[in-house]
């Protein structure tokens, strides 16, 4: 089998299992089991969907080939009793854990090739999945936790929830196709590391290294940009304001999230200049240009670089609990900044409306 093969019998399986849950006839300890089971194997199910997306080098197949034939020979278990073939299952998949483990960490340091390419769908698949199992460990395990590790994974949900929004904004709604590929790359890169992650928090959720690796994600202004991108490049309806408004706040929120206090007051004003910047360009009077040469726009668009640089670069030491000097005069520059290119959208929202 291969890992498409894999994670399709996995399906059966997991289709399986949810109808046998709802039969009367299983005695309480086989009902209990059952879902601890199927939490299991939409674990496996997240590690083959994974495995999908990285092409195989020479070194490393071997090892892919060898977790796929563990899992295949999961799927091919026949045990008629269902409380013997319910234990057996997690034994079975308890024992392929480590050998998972070390296909997580080749994965998370990318020494395989990722496979560009794909759909929105594919995304959201991923997405949905890692936050279905994340949650239910978080509601079933929590008492085998660490509280350092919990913080994090609630942390990545956010994230998670954020990216999976933003994808089915902009799914239909992009008008830039070059800008919404290079999104949709950069994001399925993002969220397989992602699963990665959570399936390493499902086999050791005590490893408290997994909260390091999880502030691994640094606050990559280009990353930032590349969101910000790809939603001001996308067409929407006046109804949809309410919906813009959330994805734009949730940014932001994201954008401060790990600010201590202090920090997060000195830049209120930035964040509320950048929300009203990228409402501007997300619902745009009808005579304005998006396209090159339109001076208010290279505006615009320098104004919310700069922001979102500043931001980022507040998280270069976690420990800081005020700004510099250097950074309050940088700060009150860029305030000005916004109230100038904010004074010039209003004027020319007026000038249009007349």
């Not at 698949?125 to 994974?153: G, P, Q």
């Not at 501007?280 to 090159?292: Q, R, S, V, Y």
Request: one cysteine or more; glycine letters at 2%; a negative charge.
């Amino acid at each position: 089998m291969d890992a498409e093969q894999i994670s399709g019998g996995l399906d059966y399986l997991l289709g399986a299992l949810e109808r046998l849950h709802i039969q009367p006839a299983f005695s309480a300890p086989v009902k209990d089991k059952i879902p601890d089971l199927h939490l299991e194997l939409r674990f496996l199910k997240l590690i083959s969907l994974c495995l999908r997306k990285y092409k195989e080098s020479a070194n490393e197949d071997i090892m892919m080939q060898s977790i796929m034939m563990k899992i295949q020979a999961v799927l091919e278990t026949e045990i008629e009793d269902v409380e013997i073939l319910t234990c057996t299952l997690l034994e079975k998949i308890e024992n392929l854990k480590p050998e998972v483990k070390d296909i997580c960490d080749v994965l998370w340091d990318s020494s395989l090739g990722f496979m560009a390419g794909g759909t929105s769908d594919e995304i959201m698949e991923f997405i949905d999945l890692i936050l279905w199992n994340m949650r239910d460990l978080l509601n079933w395990k929590a008492d085998h936790i660490a509280a350092s590790v919990k913080k994090h994974i609630k942390a990545d949900l956010e994230v998670l929830c954020f990216i999976g929004n933003v994808v089915n904004f902009t799914a239909k709604r992009c008008t830039d196709q070059q800008k919404l590929e290079v999104f949709w790359t950069s994001t399925q890169f993002i969220v397989v590391k992602e699963a990665c992650l959570s399936v390493m928090y499902w086999i050791d959720a005590n490893d408290e290294n997994l909260a390091t690796m999880s502030d691994d994600k640094t606050y990559d202004p280009k990353v930032i940009e590349m969101f910000v991108g790809v939603l001001t490049a996308s067409k929407s309806s006046q109804y949809e304001k309410l919906m813009l408004s959330e994805i734009v706040t949730s940014l932001v929120d994201l954008l401060q999230e790990d600010l201590l206090s202090p920090m997060k007051a000195h830049i209120a004003i930035l964040c509320e200049g950048f929300v009203f910047l990228i409402a501007f360009l997300m619902n745009p009077p009808e005579n304005f240009e998006i396209e090159d040469g339109n001076a208010l726009l290279a505006e615009i668009d320098a104004v919310i670089k700069q922001v979102i640089s500043f931001i980022c670069s507040l998280y270069t030491d976690e420990n800081k609990e005020d700004i510099s000097s250097e950074e309050k005069v940088c700060l009150s520059s860029l305030k000005e900044k916004i109230e100038m290119v904010k004074a010039e959208v209003r004027e020319f929202v007026q000038i249009t409306s007349l």
